[in-house]
């Protein structure tokens, strides 16, 4: 279980103010599905990096089973059982899709679980393995072989940040179904921020954040039909206007 | 005869645990060791000054070559000239590489100048790694000159390594180009302590239709210093590229100083260079799957010069 309690973060402006990030968030993850979702730059990325520790909040707490995780490193929480796929996967020289896959599963792998991995996220893996990590691969391929890395994890939290983004449509019944699985084979939850209402609507829970705060917070049933409703009346006033 | 250390020598720049199949030449303190030719490639000891010519006849396919250089003994000077007359159409590779051991308080010192003499129409893949070990106070040093003349249609590969324990290196590499050759180097370094590697390459792109792609990538750790220099000269209707990519760690310095010169209106010409530390994202990723810095570090680099 994860708590995040009273979780605030503000950070430094290039014309020297502060700007409030995230205000005194509070929250339990216990379910096998949440969803994070709100509008864009509402603090949602910025709240996951702070709970697999790349961000340390200006104040609150981070509780991970009991344990208080606030003042521990990436790779501490990573070993507890916390993996993150990144909203924009990280591009490297020379690092293989296996070896990315065989850091991740933190052991000696061979090449067909490797490939396995892979496969569950849609990507042929013969063709793959020995691709290097790098800009050469297109977008979708690359959040692809990010969620891969998580898999081959199989740790008890998973933070995904947008992992549908870039992904086609075939694919995307599929990652449905990773998420599926995952929580089959591992337990434990798992966390995705997500725009897509296909997404929203397999969540046992919806978190809404707003203009850094957590705006609602409850069951799909409770949530969808509002978010869904409000759609269009939050776009921009001006730009309303001049449309009429 | 060759002991434990010169075995473990010719395991680190040969990948040989035995004697190699084909044409070979070791050479270990100062002297030849070991020597096999073929009815294709032919060893020959130079008369005139330390060296060997190895000559390999036209067509003559899918043959290689060892040349494996290795010292063991602390304060050994020396300076050898290899020239290979490669026979058009032939199609080799050629395996050099010098290891050093040095466990005394003098510095040991190979100096190889190769020649390359690429006959019409021949392909070549040159590997050369170099490698010091040894825990006296004495440094080792090697500096390699490489020259390289491509006749037409001619194509070489040269693939060079310089992980660990050299002080001091100073190479430099020219080449020549006729019509339709291709050139391509990859070099791979990695400095640490106070190490010094410099590098130097200038390419003539003689002839039409000739084209060159010299790669570097490099990792300087520690106080370090690296300088790469490069200068391809585009003298007829070619395609020059060059790239340097070098990581910074601890105090290092590396400088790349490029330099493309266009004597041909068809020429084309690019290069590329960035230096930079270790991406923060990178280490990033890397920590959310469970390493700790130390270690995500060591993956980026060795993935680096992979
Ligand atoms: N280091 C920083 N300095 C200043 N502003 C920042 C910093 N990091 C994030 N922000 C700002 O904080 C807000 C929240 O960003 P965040 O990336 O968390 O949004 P998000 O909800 O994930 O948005 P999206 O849906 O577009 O991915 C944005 O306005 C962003 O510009
Ligand atoms: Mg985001």
Known sequence: MLE?????????????????????????????????????????????KVIAGIITPTSGQIILDGE???????????????????????????????????????????????????????????????REVNASLSGGELKRIEIATVLARGTKLSLFDEPEAGIDL??????????????????????????????????????????????????????????????????????????? | MIDEIQKNLLREVADLDSLPVGAYNIRANGEKAARETTENIDIVTKEDKNGIDIIIKPFTKNESVHIPVIISESGLKEVVYNDFHIGE????????????????????????????YVGKNATVRYVEKHYGSGDGTGENIMNPTTEIYMEEGSHMEMETTQIKGINSTVRHTTAKLGAGATLIVKEKIMTHGTQLAE??????????????????????????????????????????????????????????????????????????????????????????????????????????LK
């Not at chain 1, 939850?189 to 957590?214: T, W, Y």
């Open chain 1, 170 to 244: 075939w694919s995307f019944n599929n990652l449905i179904k990773v998420f599926e699985n995952m929580h089959e084979k591992k337990g434990g939850s798992i966390l995705i921020i997500s725009h897509q209402e296909r997404i929203l609507n397999i969540a046992d829970k919806i978190v809404v954040i707003a203009g850094g705060e957590l705006s609602r917070i409850g069951t799909k049933e409770e949530i969808l039909p509002e978010l869904l409703g409000k759609a269009g009346s939050v776009a921009c006033p001006t730009l309303s206007e001049k449309v009429v």
């Open chain 2, 89 to 116: 159409g032939a199609n080799v590779v050629i395996i050099a590489g010098c290891g050093i051991h040095n466990c005394g308080t003098q510095s040991s010192e190979h100096s190889g100048i190769h020649s390359f």
């Open chain 1, 4 to 48: 995040l309690r009273n979780i605030s973060f503000s950070a430094e402006t290039e014309n020297g103010t502060t700007k409030d990030i995230l205000k005194d968030i509070s929250l339990t993850i216990d379910e096998r599905f949440v969803a994070i979702t709100g509008p864009n730059g509402g603090g949602k990325s910025t709240l996951a």
């Open chain 2, 199 to 304: 590098t130097d390459f200038v390419v003539d792109l003689d002839g039409d239709g000739s084209s060159t792609n010299v790669i570097s990538r490099s990792v300087a750790k520690d106080k370090s210093h690296q300088i790469f220099k490069s200068n391809i000269r585009g003298n007829a209707s070619c395609h020059g590229h060059t790239e340097c990519d070098a990581i910074i760690m601890d105090d290092a310095t590396v400088a790349a100083i490029p330099e493309i010169t266009a004597n041909h209106i068809d020429a084309s010409l690019i290069h590329e260079a960035a230096i930079g530390k270790i991406a923060g994202e990178q280490l990033i990723k890397l920590m959310t799957l469970g390493l700790d810095e130390k270690e995500a570090e060591e993956q980026i680099v060795s993935g680096f």
């Open chain 1, 68 to 130: 208080d995780i606030t003042g521990l490193s990436i790779t501490e929480r990573a070993r507890r059982g916390v993996s993150f796929a990144f909203q924009q996967p990280v591009c490297f020289k020379g690092i293989t899709v296996k070896d990315l896959i065989t850091l991740a599963s933190g052991r000696k792998i061979g090449v067909s679980e490797a490939c396995q991995y892979l496969s569950e996220v849609g990507l042929c893996a013969r063709d793959y393995i020995n």
